[in-house]
């Protein structure tokens, strides 16, 4: 597999230099402007989940960057320096989130990169559904002749488009219903009345409802615990029968069994850009069976797969990465908690002057106080900084009286958050 490096004598000396493993597809301009960074890239465009964790052990990256390749437990755990992984896309659920955050390592994705080109390709689906385009190629290429049976598209405008999940692909892909002349309902967890109407769409108050009244349904969602099957039996039977069902954001927001079944029964017509069984990088074999299913027509995962989205997204990772190596910042990080177990704030009002946390975190240690999160802000001048440390319990009486102690903290205030 190819590999290029940049000598890091020829990068300018405030730059930063890190190892980044590219190992996945990216953008020719994003690896021209990682080189110029000053960071030491290794590129392996065609590289599998199971090859991951011997590449990493092998270059010993800090940071690594992915489209489609799965980032697994094993190959969070090769890495000794690695502290960053960037999904070259949206979605992150072919990263294992809780063993990177479990190792201290960010994991950053380039959302809104791409929205226009998955909602392009849903709407390749939706017109292939609709006039059976790839069936008629397979049959004229086969030597058939049958504009008979073929003549009988439904057509699209005037009739329903429901829209599961409203962010920018969802909203992209409503936009460019109106413009088929399409009525467009909406769900999605944030979506209000107000903002419904903003966006030129009907809200609808739940997944089932927008099913019964819609002849078109795309789906738009992150894939996470609250969406997994979220297109179960109850959903799939409220949809009317030979009505286009397209799904452009994972394969695990469906129940293909149940999917597979209600096609069966409601002649439904279904595009699908992703899978339960995807292969874990760009090329492999392929064994889901639902495309075997003649009213199914399917694409490899490429919703986003163009070379405007790839240009757009290889510019946020080559920014993620720039970020970090300089401000050590991670911009669109995704495993940072909402919360965590703290339970009451100290703001700490101290000179700047060295010993002078190392103090107070002493003092915390002894008394069994965890420090959950800091921030330490200076003063115009670098005289004075203000600590806001979040803790896990309220120090004692003793404890503040010994942090106090030192003549450099000018004063405390606690403040109970939970």
Not at 51 to 61: A, M, S, T, V
Not at 199 to 220: F, H, Q, T
Request: net charge negative; charged share 20%; glycine share 8%.
């Amino acid at each position: 597999m190819p590999t290029s490096t940049m000598d890091p004598s020829t990068t300018d000396s405030d730059r930063s230099l890190l190892c980044v493993l590219v190992a996945d597809k990216l953008d020719q301009a994003g690896l021209d402007n990682l080189q110029r960074l000053g960071c030491d890239v290794h590129f392996h465009p065609d590289a599998t989940a199971d090859q991951l964790p011997d590449l990493i052990r092998e270059h010993d990256p800090d940071c690594i960057i992915v489209r489609s390749t799965k980032v697994t437990a094993e190959s969070i755990q090769a890495g000794r320096r690695l502290s960053l992984i960037v999904r070259a896309g949206a979605g992150y659920n072919t990263i294992d989130i809780m063993a990177a955050s479990s190792r201290g390592i960010f994991v950053a994705n380039c959302p809104g990169k791409n929205s226009l080109a998955v909602a392009e390709l849903a709407w390749g689906l939706i017109l292939s559904c609709d006039r059976r385009i790839p069936q008629q190629t397979e049959q004229l290429k086969a030597g058939k002749w049958n504009k008979k049976e073929f003549s009988a598209a439904r057509g699209l405008s005037g009739r329903t488009l429901g829209v599961i999940g409203l962010g920018r692909i969802g909203l992209a892909i409503a936009q460019r219903g109106r413009a088929f002349g399409m009525n467009v309902a909406a769900w999605s967890r944030s979506l209000t009345h107000e903002t419904a109407e903003i966006n030129g769409v009907d809200l609808c108050e739940n997944p089932v409802n927008l099913a019964r009244i819609s002849d078109v349904i795309s789906i738009s969602v992150a894939a996470n615990d609250d969406t997994e099957n979220m297109i179960d039996e109850k959903f799939l039977a409220a949809m009317k029968p030979g009505a286009i069902l397209v799904n452009t954001s994972r394969g695990s927001v469906i129940d293909q069994a149940a999917l597979a079944e209600t096609i069966r029964q409601k002649n439904l017509r279904v595009g699908l850009d992703v899978f339960a069984n995807e292969p874990g990088s760009g090329t492999g074999e392929f064994t889901d069976q639902i495309v075997s299913l003649e009213n199914v027509i399917g694409t490899h995962h490429i919703g986003a797969s163009t070379e405007q989205a790839q240009e757009a997204i290889a510019t946020e990772a080559v920014n993620i990465v720039r970020t970090y190596a300089t401000t050590g910042d991670v911009r669109n990080c995704v495993n940072r908690a909402d919360k965590t177990a703290a339970t009451c704030q100290m703001i700490i009002r101290h000179l700047n002057k060295p010993g002078v946390l190392a103090h107070v975190f002493d003092t915390l240690s002894q008394s069994g106080i965890n420090v959950d999160e800091m921030e330490n802000l200076i003063y115009t001048g670098e005289e004075a900084a203000c600590a806001r440390i979040r803790l896990s319990s309220s120090p004692s009486t003793e404890d503040l009286e010994s942090i106090k102690s030192n003549s450099n903290i000018m004063s405390i205030t606690l403040t109970n958050i939970a």
